[in-house]
């Protein structure tokens, strides 16, 4: 099984500064990494897959980047509505599909 | 625009077999393009992937609860389900049903999520 490690746990950010997170896999997905958002007793959405891909109507400030097993999220400008948990989930060898334990971005 | 939403018991005891059933509206179940996934979350915690089903029954288990969990399909009614047997206070989650991407398998849409809680 592969694990998904992030990090970090939480990371507080101002209003319209720059978030980065991380995820690191226990051995190389190629670019089979996808990203979700999760707000408080919501579902998980789909914000990235294939590590850089944008899902449909995911605002252009989410980036992906990252290949192997280190893969980045950055928000470039966070919003009110950007203030949630972030997940990795790696799909390059399944099953099962596996998640990292999240990050948590709050409010400086 | 697909939809999922999950239904079943909100409260299973001990011991007990929870059963969940996932709706899918808005597209086919029978899309040759897709697996139908089951994904819980306990109270406070992460995401774990417990399975997921092709059109054809064909199914995909996490080995951690393979020897409890069952995932069927029906595609008469566009929708899947979820049993897991001999089920403890750990199983205690909510539960999401999600569209897993056939030769990609990310999820995407997921339902609303669905809490189920053992206790006696």
């Known amino acids: 099984e592969i694990v998904m490690t992030q990090s970090p746990a939480t990371l507080s950010v101002s209003p319209g500064e720059r978030a980065t997170l991380s995820c690191r896999a226990s051995?190389?997905?190629?670019?089979?990494l996808a990203w979700y958002q999760q707000k408080p007793g919501q579902a998980p959405r789909l914000l990235i897959y294939g590590a850089s891909t944008r899902a449909t109507g995911i605002p252009a400030r989410f980036s992906g980047s990252g290949s192997g097993t280190d893969f980045t999220l950055t928000i470039s400008s966070l919003q009110s509505e950007d203030f949630a948990v972030y997940y990795c989930q790696q799909y390059n060898n399944w099953p099962p599909l596996t998640f990292g334990g999240g990050t948590k971005v709050e409010i400086k | 625009q697909l939809q999922l939403q999950e239904s079943g018991p909100g409260l299973v005891k001990p011991s007990e077999t929870l059963s969940l059933t996932c709706t899918v509206s808005g597209g086919s179940i029978s899309s040759s393009s897709y697996y139908w996934g089951w994904i819980r979350q306990p109270p406070g915690k992460g995401l774990e992937w417990i399975g997921s089903?092709?059109?054809?029954?064909?199914?995909n288990y996490n080995p951690s609860l393979k020897s409890r969990v069952t995932i069927s399909v029906d595609t008469s009614k566009n929708q899947f389900s979820l049993k897991l047997s001999s089920v403890t206070a750990a199983d205690t989650a909510v539960y999401y049903c999600?569209?897993?991407?056939?030769?990609?398998?990310?999820?995407?849409?997921w339902g609303q999520g669905t809490l189920v809680t053992v206790s006696s």
């Open positions: 089903i092709y059109y054809s029954g064909r199914t």
């Open positions: 051995q190389s997905l190629n670019s089979n």
């Open positions: 999600a569209r897993q991407v056939l030769g990609s398998n990310w999820l995407d849409p």
